[in-house]
């Protein structure tokens, strides 16, 4: 994993340490470092992570969503602590504002003042006026970037366009447990967002259909389509269709394998 070039960025800790103590067998370990959370220096992805609207939304830090990826606004705040043009932003926290910008060009919509004839952005943006100050930093980072909805820095990575729910089923004990997870992500990161629920997750094996998953894999790739647009074309409730993942404990997936069909 490339080390981070700016406070903030990558992987933290904790959630490392979290990652690493969740996990159905050692192989969902590796998926979770390799498959879904790891970001290169410099803000580019080596395979994004991806994020529910619901995660940011309740992500408890100033994040907010845009064309598809997702922005952490801690650093830039900090910077420009005080900056009454940062208030829209700041109102925005927690949703997506994808229609402040340009689809095509990745550009704010302008708009033209009907007074002065002057083009601005059709929405506040939080960008400064061309007098703010471009100050060399102690630390010897360029300011950023005024324009932060292309600050590679700010990403921490892209909303899902294909989120799904899933049923975990533990075979041992009979509980179940819906979580909301991403289409595009490996099953290994899915499975990490139920670490809440059952802290010796990493003594079972997910299966579906009988086969255990390759936690590498998404949830297509390990034969568990998205029905969700075919089930709302026939007027049919998806929640009412969730998949189920059953959690076998030890070597009762084995087990499971070997019994006649």
């Known amino acids: 994993m490339a080390t981070r070039g700016r406070a903030g960025r990558g992987l933290h800790a904790a959630d490392r340490e979290r990652a690493l103590g969740f996990g159905v067998g050692v192989a969902m370990e590796t998926a979770l470092l390799s498959g879904?959370?790891?970001?290169a220096a410099g803000g580019a992805e080596q395979r994004p992570r991806y994020f529910t609207a619901r995660e940011v939304a309740e992500a408890g830090r100033p994040w907010l969503?845009?064309?598809g990826r997702v922005y952490d606004l801690g650093p830039l705040l900090?910077?420009?602590?005080?900056?009454?043009?940062?208030?829209?932003?700041l109102a925005a926290v927690g949703t997506d504002v994808s229609h402040w910008f340009d689809p095509e060009s990745g550009d704010p919509l302008p708009r033209v003042e009907p007074c002065t004839g002057q083009t601005s952005s059709r929405y506040p943006v939080g960008s400064p006026g061309s007098s703010q100050p471009r100050t060399p930093r102690s630390d010897g980072a360029p300011p950023l970037d005024t324009a932060w909805w292309r600050d590679p820095w700010l990403q921490v990575g892209r909303l899902t366009a294909a989120p799904r729910l899933l049923r975990l089923c533990n075979t041992l004990t009979g509980q179940n447990h819906i979580i909301e997870v991403c289409g595009e992500e490996p099953v290994g990161a899915a499975l990490w967002r139920a670490r809440g629920w059952n802290e010796q997750l990493e003594r079972y094996t997910?299966?579906?259909?009988?086969?255990?998953l390759c936690p590498h894999l998404t949830l297509e790739q390990n034969g568990i389509p998205d029905t969700t647009s075919e089930l709302r074309s026939l007027?049919?409730?998806?929640?009412?269709?969730?998949p189920t993942v059953l959690?076998?404990?030890g070597d009762d997936?084995?087990?499971?394998?070997?019994a006649p069909q």
Do not use: H
Not at 81 to 89: F, I, N, S
Not at 206 to 212: E, K, L
Not at 235 to 242: E, T
């Open 65 to 67: 969503s845009a064309l």
């Open 78 to 89: 900090r910077e420009r602590r005080g900056d009454v043009t940062l208030a829209p932003l």
């Open 206 to 212: 997910a299966c579906y259909g009988g086969v255990p």
């Open 235 to 242: 007027r049919l409730d998806p929640k009412d269709f969730i």
């Open 36 to 39: 879904g959370v790891a970001m």
């Open 253 to 258: 997936a084995g087990n499971s394998r070997e």
């Open 247 to 249: 959690l076998y404990f």
